[in-house]
């Protein structure tokens, strides 16, 4: 049976609900190759501005694509080493992290037993059963960390690599994207590949100045209260901060739960969350739409879900992945006949700082009834 625009709209959704759950399954399978891929496209579309003014510069294009990539490998080499060295002191900490939160638990365990009446006996045979549980996975666990380190060094070989060959063979590839489509598509093609360039290299660099402003301002807060491992807890909240919605979160609790074990003074634990999630009130309303590029334009719901698919299909990854994953959906949605309707269900115009869309012409739309009426 043909497809087309003249098909029952159940038809319709059901081939493109197909198509969508074969690209979720294909992405699923494929993961170990496309998201060393996905980090080297980004990584070369941020790094393409320096290389062509270094080519402008009469500089060989492999060598202007060598200097780009060391820098860049130089400044994220900065950034492990700077959180290797705390995550360090805080390991040697550990123990004693470990007996105040053992402190704290029998508080806990006291409470439970005068407000709700279970014996501390009941509350260990409860801790005993779940700590059994995880010890019989024990195997899974030890075979999902090593796969997980020997994803990582993947990542860590193929990435360079990948954005080197990207960039030395970029106008190879612009070739090939316009050569696929039929010319009557070639602007929409072009349009596509304008609008992707830009929006990733607005996103990318917004998203490196917002971290390095939210890393300050939450180290300079708890360093004034005096909070251990300040400017480790600061900068992980940054990173985290990539994350929509959940990162901060995690971030605060678990900044909240390593306060409580080094810190006598209950007030710093509220503090703590004043204070970092003050910021992220600030970042939201104020760096995030000023900083990160207006042409990001998703809305809430969708980020969401997106952050919580690309966890579920690539782990990790896929949590950092999918919000620049999701916009460059919406602009291919956007210039593609048919599928203008979930770039809507994509986009923020409800939202947005200005007056929608859709607000102008439910105007417009009364402005009329009311000149027929006159």
Avoid at 97 to 126: A, F, G, P
Avoid at 251 to 263: E, G, M, N, R, Y
Avoid at 296 to 322: K, Q
Wanted: hydrophobic fraction near 55%.
């Amino acid at each position: 049976m043909q497809i087309n625009n003249s098909s029952p709209l159940y038809v319709q959704l059901g081939f493109k609900f197909l198509v969508f759950f074969f690209i979720c399954y294909f992405i699923y399978v494929a993961q170990e190759i496309l998201v060393p891929l996905a980090f080297a496209v980004l990584l070369a579309v941020l790094l393409l501005p320096l290389v062509n003014f270094l080519e402008n510069r009469n500089i060989p294009r492999v060598l202007s694509i060598a200097i780009s990539l060391l820098l860049a490998i130089l400044f994220i080499s900065a950034i492990i080493y700077f959180l290797s060295t705390q995550i360090a002191n805080f390991v040697d900490d550990i123990p004693s992290i470990k007996k105040h939160l053992n402190d704290h638990w029998i508080t806990v365990q006291r409470w439970i037993r005068t407000k709700m009446h279970i014996s501390l006996r009941e509350q260990n045979e409860v801790f005993n059963d779940a700590a059994e549980k995880i010890t019989g996975t024990k195997g899974e666990y030890i075979s999902d960390t090593f796969f997980s380190i020997t994803e990582a060094l993947m990542l860590i070989i193929l990435m360079p690599i990948y954005t080197f060959l990207i960039l030395y063979y970029r106008d190879l590839i612009r070739r090939f994207l316009y050569a696929v489509f039929r010319k009557e598509h070639s602007d929409k093609v072009g349009l596509v590949i304008k609008q992707s360039k830009l929006m990733i290299n607005s996103y990318m660099t917004g998203l490196l100045i917002e971290m390095g402003i939210v890393a300050a301002c939450n180290s300079i807060g708890l360093v004034m209260l005096g909070i251990k491992y300040a400017l480790f807890f600061g900068v992980l909240a940054a990173v985290l901060n990539i994350i929509p919605y959940i990162g901060m979160f995690t971030a605060t609790l678990f900044t909240v739960l390593v306060t409580l074990t080094t810190s006598t003074n209950t007030s710093d634990i509220v503090w703590v969350i004043v204070i970092m999630y003050g910021i992220h009130i600030l970042d939201v309303n104020i760096l995030m739409p000023k900083i990160v590029a207006s042409r990001l334009r998703i809305n809430a719901l969708i980020s969401i879900l997106g952050v919580i698919a690309g966890g579920a299909l690539t782990g990790i990854s896929g949590l950092f992945l999918s919000v620049p994953a999701v916009a460059m959906t919406k602009i291919i949605c956007d210039q593609v006949e048919g599928l203008q309707a979930w770039g809507i269900l994509l986009g923020d115009d409800i939202t947005g700082t200005k007056r929608a869309g859709i607000y102008k012409r439910i105007k417009v739309l009364k402005s009329r009834k009311t000149n027929k009426a006159g």
